[in-house]
């Protein structure tokens, strides 16, 4: 299977704890996006990189959150002392250059105790 | 910024029968639209798209209409089955294809044998 993976796919963590996920998009695509997704809600988008660049944040991606594309590939996304607020689906999606649609992975659902 | 909604936000049909769900943006510089459908513990899988110089595309049981002036398009499935099942999202981005998507908040569909 060639599509876009996520690690881990659930994360239960405590309060003001660190965690972090990962993401792997399908071979070839340059743009990497990242979306949350609460319960009932649609996706929001949270930020994107083409290629290992990080284009645009959203204002919903507060200073406790963090992403990189080190080397244009996989990506990560770190939240810092995570709130019970925080508990959401994350959600990874990656396209082709010029044109190309967004195709997601499966999330990572994280819960904040 | 943009805003999209989508109505109903359930749906209950007869196997064989037809959906349609609808949603209107805000921004009329939103030049994509795609529709994703989203399974329990699945990450969103994109089923059609269009563009905003197409008025109409098909893809075997599943039309999608855009109509600019009023700012609103429509998914159509036709002979439904239990399979089709499941949460659609629509979607809006003004920067085409490689933009951040807006999400409605989803429509539940089931299909009822």
């Known amino acids: 299977d060639t599509g876009v993976s996520q690690d881990p796919r659930h994360k239960i963590t405590k309060r003001g704890q660190n965690v972090t996920f990962r993401c792997d998009p399908i071979?070839?695509?340059?743009?990497l996006y990242w979306y949350r997704q609460t319960l009932g809600q649609g996706p929001e988008f949270l930020t994107y990189f083409q290629n290992e660049a990080q284009l645009e944040k959203s204002r919903l991606l507060s200073d406790r959150f963090s992403a990189e594309r080190p080397k244009g590939s996989f990506s990560t996304l770190e939240i810092q002392r995570t709130e019970q607020g925080d508990s959401a689906m994350y959600l990874c999606a990656s396209s082709f250059p010029h044109r190309g649609a967004q195709y997601f992975g499966p999330g990572t659902r994280l819960t904040v105790l | 910024g943009e805003n999209v909604e989508q109505h109903p936000s359930t749906l209950s049909v007869q196997e064989g029968d037809s959906a349609v769900i609808k949603c209107t943006y805000s921004d009329s510089a939103s030049n994509y639209f795609p529709w994703y459908k989203q399974e329990l513990g699945k990450g969103p899988q994109l089923i059609i798209d269009?563009?905003?110089?197409?008025g109409e595309k098909k893809d075997q049981r599943i039309a999608v209409t855009l109509n600019k002036t009023a700012k609103h398009f429509s998914l159509h499935i036709t002979e439904t089955q239990p399979e089709d099942s499941a949460v659609y999202f629509c979607?809006?981005?003004?920067?085409?294809?490689?933009?951040?998507?807006?999400f409605g908040k989803g429509t539940k569909l089931s299909v009822k044998p």
């Open positions: 979607a809006a981005s003004y920067q085409g294809s490689q933009g951040n998507l807006i």
């Open positions: 269009i563009r905003s110089n197409v």
């Open positions: 071979s070839e695509h340059n743009r």
